[in-house]
């Protein structure tokens, strides 16, 4: 896409004469946003050349939404951003709806709160490693129960009354990878939703357990992503129980084991090599695979009993904290979602979270049709007066140099859910605007008032 600055035929930021309303256009010529949409080789880092190893790396790149920095890091780039911030809006309020409560903690962590949870030499090379200029070890967080379990401790008058704390962060992790790949699937530095709860008893912690588990369900049935709910290992997180929460994918990583009537659902690894059938219905088994995009664990008091996180009970006694801790991969359900939608060679969003709603795309400069971009220009800016919840979701494609077919295809692939066009119609009386809405793959004929109606429906987080 041309850099804004060049000579190029644009639409203007600010009609004067119709501008009713506080905004500016939102012009595509001026969002930056380096487009690649053609097939073929993407730049990384340096000039070399990316290697593509899924659908959803290759859309994302090809699609101005990252950029490579280095191997398993990533620039998001400002329509990344967009669609993560709104996906960070739902999980927000999907954990203030079961009493979450935002913290945000260092991702420096001291390696001796490691080493006291044992996890410093466990984890392996997987740390990233550092030391100050003092010589004191730390490392960056890939997690964080020994930091929260150390904060709730530091409160030695926590009251069974406080009781359920369920606190939670959206953060940057850190893991050294030792094969980074797939884009954003599996990057070295990610963000991630963690969320860690202290309870009174085993019995209010499995309660806890299955509130986040509901939410998780939850969120991504708001999402439109088909998302399974599978028993896994506990691994270097430890505790008793664990999930993960997965979503179907033949480029997945973990193999699962299922029940087609959803009785059984598993990480391979939790099974038996030699159970083939469903302990529930007798069904046999299905294998499939899958991107993990979030996990539970139930763990007891194996953090709590370390960092002595207790409380007062009713009788005035100390008692450890029963915890558990909850992760959502935030920038790896923008690409899971990605992969598992779009076609080929077009992104397809969960539209609660693409990064812009409606696309305007005017005329070419010196067609037939060229004095319809004052009327485009007129919808948007009644789009913006009469949806103002809309505005900053709505872009005007200005690039009329080039025809309305070579922009459609590009909004196409882009995902926009709605494409709204000055066509042949336009010159009507009334105007008639032709909208694609690609969530339904159908092509409406609309007037002024039918569109806003139309656009009245979308729902933001």
């Not at 459609?408 to 032709?434: H, M, T």
Request: net charge neutral; hydrophobic share 35%; charged share 20%.
């Amino acid at each position: 896409m041309p850099p804004a600055g060049r000579h190029q035929p644009q639409l203007q930021a600010r009609s004067s004469q119709h501008d009713t309303s506080a905004h500016a256009r939102l012009l595509l010529s001026q969002l930056f946003q380096p487009l690649n949409l053609q097939v073929g080789g993407v730049a990384g880092c340096e000039g070399q050349a990316v290697e593509l190893g899924c659908r959803s790396h290759r859309l994302m790149l090809q699609g101005g939404l990252i950029h490579p920095a280095s191997p398993g890091c990533y620039h998001l780039l400002p329509p990344a951003v967009r669609s993560m911030e709104k996906l960070i809006r739902l999980i927000d309020g999907a954990m203030r709806n079961i009493g979450g409560q935002k913290v945000n903690m260092p991702s420096l962590s001291s390696a001796e709160l490691w080493r006291t949870s044992g996890r410093w030499e466990q984890m392996g090379p997987e740390l990233f490693r550092l030391a100050d200029r003092h010589s004191k070890e730390y490392c960056l967080g890939p997690t964080h129960e020994e930091a929260v379990t150390e904060l709730v401790a530091a409160h030695s008058n926590l009251s069974y009354r406080q009781l359920p704390l369920r606190l939670y962060q959206v953060t940057r992790k850190f893991r050294d990878e030792p094969k980074p790949r797939f884009g954003l699937l599996r990057s070295r530095e990610f963000y991630m939703k963690d969320m860690y709860t202290f309870d009174s008893s085993e019995e209010a912690a499995l309660h806890t357990y299955e509130l986040v588990c509901r939410a998780y369900r939850s969120l991504f049935k708001r999402l439109g992503l088909r998302c399974v709910q599978v028993r896994a290992a506990t691994g270097t997180i430890g505790g008793t129980a664990s999930h993960e929460f997965q979503l179907p994918a033949d480029i997945g990583e973990d193999r699962l084991v299922l029940c087609p009537a959803g009785h059984f659902a598993a990480n391979v690894e939790m099974v038996d090599e030699e159970q083939t059938a469903c302990p529930t219905c007798g069904e046999k088994l299905t294998q499939s695979r899958g991107i993990e995009v979030g996990h539970t664990f139930y763990l007891g008091t194996k953090y709590s009993s370390v960092h002595n996180a207790a409380f007062y009970t009713p009788e005035n006694k100390l008692q450890l904290a029963e915890m558990g801790c909850y992760g959502l991969g935030v920038t790896r359900i923008l690409a899971a979602s990605i992969e598992v939608l779009s076609t080929e060679d077009s992104i397809r969003w969960p539209s609660l979270i693409a990064p812009y709603q409606v696309c305007f795309i005017p005329p070419k400069k010196g067609s037939k049709e060229e004095q319809g971009a004052v009327l485009l220009e007129h919808l948007y800016d009644d789009v913006a007066q009469a949806l103002p919840h809309l505005v900053g979701d709505v872009v005007l494609d200005d690039r009329t140099q080039m025809t309305i077919g070579k922009r459609l295809k590009d909004a196409n692939k882009l995902g926009y859910p709605y494409v709204v066009i000055a066509g042949r119609r336009v010159c009507e009386d009334p105007s008639v605007f032709e909208v694609w809405d690609q969530s339904s793959g159908t092509v409406l004929y609309l007037t002024k008032e039918g569109v806003i109606e139309l656009l009245s429906k979308v729902q933001l987080p």
